[in-house]
């Protein structure tokens, strides 16, 4: 027999696996509801800080750029005063505490806004070197922590200057939402700037001063963890497929107090693409974010339930396992060892005929066959085969496959379906709140970054600027941004006095002003604006005003690519920008420009969001149910200042509670694997056994009807060697002994003495008268 043919491999690796699969049911399904903080709670944080990570290196990356290219356009133009310089930097960006610009050779400082700038920390000798104009990180008297970024200022016939930039470490427009707090640590694991933790003379109480304590502990602790755990390798620290962040990153779990687990995530500076390093990227900060949930000690499921379902699959298993042996095997072995008797010349005693199925055909054939050997005649022979079994072994198989069926196929439509009783974690539903809000932020703060670029390069452009010198400008300044298509200047009439990039697509000036346009030839109303109200894509457009040009403007046009790759954030599902009457901007997947949304829950949201509660919209979260199961949602609307807000646009994240990981969905997911893994092994395995075993056994039950009907002609072949083959091979051993016998008998016949016919008496003469 073969190593794996037969029919003993397939039933014994069915009950191999069935087996295995009782016992995973028995240990698994009782841990699906053990961690009192649910993974999705924990995930969650490991989100949120990466999103501080981006939003921190975004930050500290276009400060760097926005510092660099207005020193390089004031390079580029005639010299100037350093307090115009410095003023100039502080009207157009109000990122930076303080500004400065100091004589390099000489060290004196010509110009300074703002705090104090620690300039004694500069060693301007050391400009020259490698790295020497790098971003670097100075710390304070007071113990805050300075990012001090350089450029420098060269004219021609005048003594080198350097401009410096000093800015703090805060994190721009995280919403941190209650109980939260958030640090940048730097390699070594010392915080640099925290929020979200009051001061111990903020709060009244002495359980509060208490709490204040702990937590600073506390996050000093996970800041010591999360910069020896950033010093790995991400391929190495991330866990393999849950993707989206390109740096290490992941969450943490820290002690008790007052019934509340503290647990993090952490996330370390990485570059916006695999293998490229920014400017914020070489400092080796990390950001760690904190918050204090609520403990669950109850279990979602009862390990009861594991043991029930693995001790229903045993019973089942062994009902159909015992079926495949009774009628299946144990038949086929038996006509094996009738088969081998019979060509042995063993023909004594009659063959024990099975009951049904293709095995009794077989049997009645064989019990036919030694008859015929014996020389004896049945009424079977005569009459042609004798009764059949109704029952199949193809039968049999679906039998055996309906039984497993009946514990699978609960387990994986109708078991621990989650949707009825699935409770989201209230952390959860915060985060979903939270971060989309930060995320309405960046895109609004993304927008004036665009809007202060073209107020800077407007300022530079002045009445004298040939178009050749503002191309190059354009340029310049649409190389260092990605964020827009084109960049162009026009002319109150309408006409493009440099370009740089795609075409415009602005229409012409209205010749009062119009709906979209302003007064004095503006491109349009507002400094950002949305030009127009349906096509495939929006165009998106900002406009600043060039002095002593007589109402001609610097237009940018931006890119919605680059829209929609700020929205692109893991654990926030399906996220959209949409304007005052909820029509889709942008997106993180697929859409249609200036649709609605999906479903009336996420308009209903939307609309509820965008009410000002008190002096502004503030961004909600909602769970809800529906047919499609349960979401989690969120909506945050344009909060703050700068060109942007006129806009009015709104951010609307949703995604699926069963793509989270709460222990219901954990649980449902483990009944679902359950259901397909039995389901995948009865398959297997029965599809196996019709293959090698029942489908050739019919055909040599055919053959064998046909042998034992008279068929002498016909050869039979074994298909596999197994019990079925040599079934095969002892029925055409058979068969050649009946040629044998025939062959015998009719030489016989032909070797044996013909018979005399008897001869009749003599008649006598007849007399004469």
Known sequence: MSLLGGIRPPIAILSALLLSLAGITALGFGRAGEESVPKAVMTSQQHFAEDGAVAMRASIDESAADLARTAGLFNAGDPAQPDAVVDKIGSVYQKWVGTAVVEISSGKMLAARG?????????????????????????????????????????????QQLLIAS?????????????????????TGRILSSDGIPESEQVLTEDQRTGVERSKKQLKAFAKVAAKRAEEHPLKANVPGEGGYLGVSGSLRGGTFQGDRAIAGYAALTGP????GTVATSL??????????????????????????????????ALAVGVLLGTVQRPLLRLFLESRRLTRGDLTRPVRVPRHGEAARIGQALERLRRQLLGERSE???????????????????????????WSGPMLLLVNRADATAVVPEQVTNDQRERTDTLSDRVRRSLNEGHADLVSVAGLLGARTSPEDMTKVLDRTRNEHGRYRSLYVRAADGTILARSGESPRLPDAPKDGGKDGGKDGRPFADDIAVLNDSGTEPVIASYAELSGRDGSTVVGEFRIDFINSLLKRPGLGEIRVVDAERRVLGGNSGYLAFEGLPSARLDELAAGTGQKTGMSARAGAVV???????????????VGGGAAKSLNWMVVSWQPAAGLAIPEYSLQNRTVLAGLLGITAAAACLGWLHIVVVRPLREVAKQAESLAGGDRRTVLYPRHHDEVGAIARSLELLRQQVLEQRKRDGAAATAAPAPVPPQAPAQAPAGRN
């Open 115 to 159: 705090e104090n700038v620690p300039v004694t920390a500069i060693d301007t000798s050391k400009l020259s070197e490698k790295d020497g104009l790098s971003p670097r990180m100075v710390r304070l008297a007071n113990g805050e922590t300075r990012l001090l970024s350089l450029q420098l200022l060269s004219w021609e016939g005048q003594p």
């Open 380 to 406: 079977a022979d005569t009459a042609g085969a004798g009764r059949r079994g109704r029952i199949g072994a193809r039968a049999l198989l679906v039998v055996c496959g309906v039984l497993l069926l009946v």
């Open 624 to 638: 809800y149910r529906d047919g499609s199961g349960v979401q989690v949602a969120g909506a945050a609307p344009f």
């Open 167 to 187: 800015s703090s470490l805060r994190f721009p427009g995280i919403s941190l939402g209650k109980f939260r707090s958030i640090a940048v640590i730097d390699s």
């Open 273 to 276: 693409e695999p293998g490229k």
């Open 284 to 317: 080796g900060l990390t950001v760690v974010a904190m918050v204090d949930v609520a403990e669950d000690p109850t279990r979602v499921t009862d390990p009861l339930f594991g043991l029930l379902a693995a001790g229903a699959l045993l019973l089942i298993g």
